[in-house]
Structures are given as structure tokens and as C-alpha cells.
């Protein structure tokens, strides 16, 4: 396929100045779309979202996800709306379930993490093409709902997150597109692709056309410097997925497998980063190569192109280490 649509990642860890510093930098390199990570209980992304739309003028901003619980899908399909109203058709939609152990810790059940997936894009859906929804779900429920101000001219497509087996079959079955998470190597997205069109088949739909990465990068003329800055946001992200999943052993295997290093390779390196060993000590170039996009502008766009063979339609990027908007404009500058 080729090279896909480059953008950049945004996050609630940064400030709404510094999203917009960076939002502008984007669109002066040159990348088509902004997205934003929104996490319980670090920065809700709606007040850097609007200011980047208003401070941009082509960028297409999404939301990669809300999650139905801190917002229920009535409340998603409202704010979705009334951005598109700010500016119309540039805005895009994901919708994730969260992560469990925060939802759990808000006193809220976590039990039918798939059903709220279902149950929110239905609704979300339907109010944003202009209906009226009476709606009985597994988590979530409407009754003779409608927005009270005109819907958009042409909805948003609405993504899916999806890690486990089960919910990228449902992405497949449901939504306008795939959202695939920092921390997936080249061998976990053919797996994730070929499950979302398992479950589009099976649902007799032709596979969603959307699918979006997101991946750390950094890109600089020097290939060792950029490769070393890389190596920090690696290593911990790494280690606390491999905590995290302690008592999930067969996602630890996969891990492990989608990777494409060798077992005693991966957990002597996962034993070293867990013993103190600083990222750009313990990992050797097939963790930068499995997890991540850095080196030199030709190396990124070599790697990106990888991924856009493998069916990924828009690669976002998070720039990662001291210097962001210079790699943005050096990697623009080469696209």
C-alpha cells in the first residue's frame, strides 16, 4: 500500500499551549491529522482539542478514545457534534473501552467491557446521522433520544480500540475503522488485521477502510542519536506492560511472540530494564526496530512505508524526546 497518511499523537499529559505549539508545528510540516489520547485522570483533551482546531486550518483532529465511562456515548455523540459545528469535517471519532484498572478505581463496573463498546457506538451513531435512538444495551441504554441542534452534515467515522482478540473481531463487525495502540510491533498489527476482517466477514461486511497506528518516533539526521532518544519511551512503556499483565501469562506469550526477538532475548532485556539498567543500555536495535520509528527521515519513512504494507491507512506518530517540533519539521520536510 505503500506509505500511509502521517500524522501526529497528542496526549492529556501535555498542556493545551503546548498541544497548540505543536498542533501549529504539525501543519507546518506538513501532516494531515492530529490525534489526541485521552486517559482518566491526566488532562481531558476537549479544551487542547478546540483550541487546535481554531488555531489550525486544515489539520483533521481526532479524539483517540473516549471512553463511555467517563462519558456516556449521549454525552460523546453532543460534544462530537458541537465540534463539528467549530469545524466542519475535521473532526474524527475513536471510542475505546479505557483501561480497566483506572475505570474500576472511578467505583465503576468494569465487567462488560465489550458490550459498553457495542453498546456506545450504537448510540453514538445513530445521534450523530440525526435519529431518534431508543437503544437497550448490555451496559448502556436510551430511550427516545435525539440531539436538540442539527446534527453533522456528514458524520464522523467512528473508530474502534482494540487489543484482545474478541474486541478486534468486534471492530471488524461494528465500527468505520481499527485504532491500534503505541507499543504494537509489525507482527501484533498482521495479527490485528487479520482478526478485524475475521470479524467483518462474519458479520457479512466488507473489512472497515480505516486503520490507524500509533507509534513513538523520533526522527533527526544524526540515525545513533535518534535512535538512542527513542530508546527511554520504549524501555518504560515496555516494562510496565510487562508488569501490568503479570497475571496474564498468555498476553505476556504474545507479546513476546509479536515482537519477533527471541524469548531468552526478550525477557533477559525485560530483566535488565526491571533491574535498573537505563532503556538505552538494555535495548539493542530490534526494540527500537519492533516498537518504535527513529533514525534518519529516510529510515522513518522506510519503516512507516512497513507498516502501510501491512494495511495501516494512517500512521500517527508521537514524538517523543527534547526536541519534537524540529523532528516534525525534518520528517516534514522529506515526506
Not at 47 to 56: G, R, S, Y
Not at 310 to 316: E, F, I, N, Q, R
Request: charge should be neutral; glycine fraction near 10%; proline fraction near 7%.
Amino acid at each position: 500500500m505503500g506509505l500511509p497518511k502521517l500524522g501526529v499523537r497528542l496526549h492529556g499529559g501535555l498542556a493545551p499551549a503546548e498541544c497548540v505549539a505543536l498542533a501549529r508545528a504539525a501543519e507546518r510540516a506538513g501532516f494531515g491529522a492530529l490525534w489526541f489520547a485521552e486517559n482518566p485522570f491526566q488532562r481531558g483533551v476537549l479544551p487542547a482539542v478546540t483550541a487546535c482546531l481554531l488555531q489550525t486550518e486544515r489539520l483533521v483532529v481526532g479524539i483517540g478514545v473516549f471512553n463511555p465511562y467517563n462519558r456516556h456515548p449521549t454525552l460523546i455523540a453532543m460534544e462530537m457534534a458541537a465540534l463539528d459545528e467549530l469545524a466542519p469535517g475535521r473532526t474524527r471519532l475513536g471510542i475505546g473501552s479505557g483501561i480497566g484498572r483506572q475505570i474500576v478505581r472511578m467505583g465503576l463496573d468494569y465487567s462488560k467491557p465489550l458490550g459498553a463498546l457495542r453498546d456506545a457506538i450504537t448510540i453514538v451513531r445513530d445521534l450523530l446521522r440525526g435519529a431518534t435512538v431508543t437503544y437497550r444495551g448490555r451496559v448502556f441504554s436510551v430511550s427516545d433520544v435525539a440531539l436538540d441542534f442539527p446534527p453533522p452534515a456528514r458524520a464522523p467515522e467512528i473508530l474502534m480500540a482494540a487489543m484482545g482478540d474478541q474486541a478486534l473481531r468486534l471492530s471488524g463487525a461494528l465500527s468505520d475503522g481499527l485504532m491500534i495502540s503505541n507499543m504494537c510491533p509489525p507482527g501484533y498489527t498482521a495479527r490485528a488485521l487479520a482478526l478485524m476482517r475475521e470479524g467483518a466477514a462474519k458479520a457479512g461486511r466488507a473489512p472497515p477502510p480505516t486503520v490507524v497506528q500509533y507509534v513513538p518516533c523520533v526522527a533527526r539526521p544524526e540515525r545513533a542519536a535518534a535512535r538512542a532518544a527513542v530508546k527511554p519511551t520504549i524501555g518504560g512503556m515496555l516494562a510496565a506492560y510487562w508488569a501490568m499483565y503479570a497475571a496474564m501469562p498468555a498476553v505476556r506469550a504474545a507479546m513476546i511472540a509479536d515482537s519477533g526477538i527471541p524469548e531468552p532475548d526478550f525477557l533477559a532485556t525485560i530483566a535488565r530494564l526491571e533491574a535498573g539498567a537505563p532503556a538505552t543500555e538494555a535495548l539493542d536495535d530490534r526494540f527500537v526496530d519492533a516498537y518504535g520509528i527513529a533514525g534518519t527521515a529516510e529510515d522513518c519513512l522506510a519503516a512507516a512505508e512497513r507498516f502501510g504494507a501491512l494495511g495501516v491507512t494512517d500512521l500517527t506518530l508521537t514524538f517523543v524526546g527534547t526536541q519534537p517540533a524540529d523532528d516534525m519539521a525534518y520528517l516534514g520536510a522529506a515526506i
